[in-house]
């Protein structure tokens, strides 16, 4: 008898989300429509039609399609998105789950787990899509995006040689590839997602490319971010303050210039046709510290990051640029102006959010909820980033730390072997084999004022 009313229950609750999907398009329609009038989208006796609706069982959205009133543009209707969507979220409704058929406890309370399971009621959390191609099209997916998901070994395997995990939306998977656009500016507020993507794009690129990642890791918090990563053997230099960030950037400044040399030696226009599998990163955290610099300092450190900005993209050069607190002055020019790619957090002010994005929105995102962003590249899209856990990147990253356990004869034998490539640089073979040096050049950080 039990199994009989658990059957009958299960397909009342079959039939009732059945139900409840039908009425759900229907009573969307109207709401849809009552939106439109009231925020003034029509003429005269002229109003939004029905024209087609569709569902879209695969990606769980349903699409509507309206006939427009003439004389409203589509600027009309995208100007008033957010009315749309918060008016087809402004319930809660009756979510009937049948897994809690099968977590059942057979006791005095079965009647009330039972009531529960009909009566259980969730918040809308419906993500909308709208555009125009002479008819208004509005796609409501059933679900909006989660607020948390974890990088794992099956994240991973998304993605390969440059790319980065960015997140997923509401129906895809989001990647950055560092071989299509060169510059990365990532913003938001402490504790809302900026380090740990960070770390998800220095472990990713450890993993996918061990022999071509090289990185100069700027952590002006201490370093404590980017500490597990110092003894890969991939990292070159990790500067935690301002001598060390002014050093690393003097140097990269003459790496660049050699580079520049030994390719128009070759008549190489850039790394494609120099078939230069090597990528160098210069990922800098918290870069609003730099503003604390002196102004010479300041100047010097600002102008050397634009030159990687400005020249290093077709040399393999790559920068990931993040802030907490993005305006004008912290954000040099030549790195806003060759930028193809941001990736911003939550904001405090619609300024913030001008700096990054050029347009307002940051500021918008939900309070709560860490991971979340606007990613902007070849268009807009919110996503929620991966969290990538401490444990996870050490086992990645295991087998790339270098090992450094040396008798004082070895060390010393390796030390006077290896000066000069020491002194010169990692590159110095190359260039030499070239005949681009006849002596030791000289690196040693001037710090000259440009």
Known sequence: MLFEFLSTGTMLGITGIAFYQKQNSINETD??????????????????????????????????????????????????????????????????????????????????????????????????????????????????????????????????????????????????????????????????????????????????????????????????????????????????????????????????????????????????????KERHFVIIDEAAEIAGFDQVDRDRAYYLIGEIARIGAGLGFRLIFCTQYPTVDILPRQVKANTSAALCFKLKTSNQSMVVLDKTGAEKLPLGVPGRAIYQSDQERIVQTPFISNAFIDDLIKPHIKINIKSKGEVKNEQQTNTEDEATGKYTTVFEEAGLFNKKPNTKNTRSKK
């Not at 399609?65 to 918060?86: I, W």
């Not at 990088?151 to 997140?167: A, H, M, Q, R």
């Not at 990563?229 to 950037?249: F, H, R």
């Open 31 to 276: 709401k849809i429509l009552k939106i439109a009038d009231n925020c003034g989208l029509y003429k005269g006796d002229e109003h939004l039609r029905i024209y087609r609706r569709t569902r879209n069982k695969k990606l769980k959205f349903t699409e509507y399609v309206f006939m427009t009133p003439l004389g409203l543009s589509e600027k009309d209707f995208l100007d008033k998105f957010d009315n749309f969507k918060d008016g087809l979220n402004n319930k809660s409704v009756r979510k009937i789950d049948l897994k809690k058929f099968t977590e059942l406890k057979f006791n005095k309370t079965l009647p009330k787990q039972i009531r529960d399971i009909f009566d259980y009621r969730q918040d809308l959390k419906k993500e909308l899509e709208m555009d125009y191609d002479g008819m208004l099209r509005i796609r409501v997916f059933d679900h909006g995006i989660v607020n948390q998901f974890n990088y794992d070994n099956e994240l991973l395997k998304k993605v390969s040689n440059w790319k980065v995990p960015i997140g997923i939306t509401h129906k895809a998977f989001i990647y950055h590839d560092f071989d299509k656009m060169q510059i990365l500016i990532v913003a938001g507020m402490t504790r809302y997602g900026k380090t740990v993507f960070l770390k998800n794009a220095t472990t990713t690129l450890i993993h996918n490319e061990p022999d071509n990642f090289t990185a100069t890791l700027i952590d002006l918090k201490g370093g404590l971010a980017f500490a597990r990563y110092k003894d890969c053997k991939q990292v070159k230099a990790l500067a935690t303050n301002k001598d060390e960030t002014l050093a690393v950037l003097e140097d990269i400044e003459v790496e660049l210039k050699r580079r520049q040399e030994l390719f128009l030696k070759n008549g190489w226009e850039d790394i494609g046709e120099a078939n230069w």
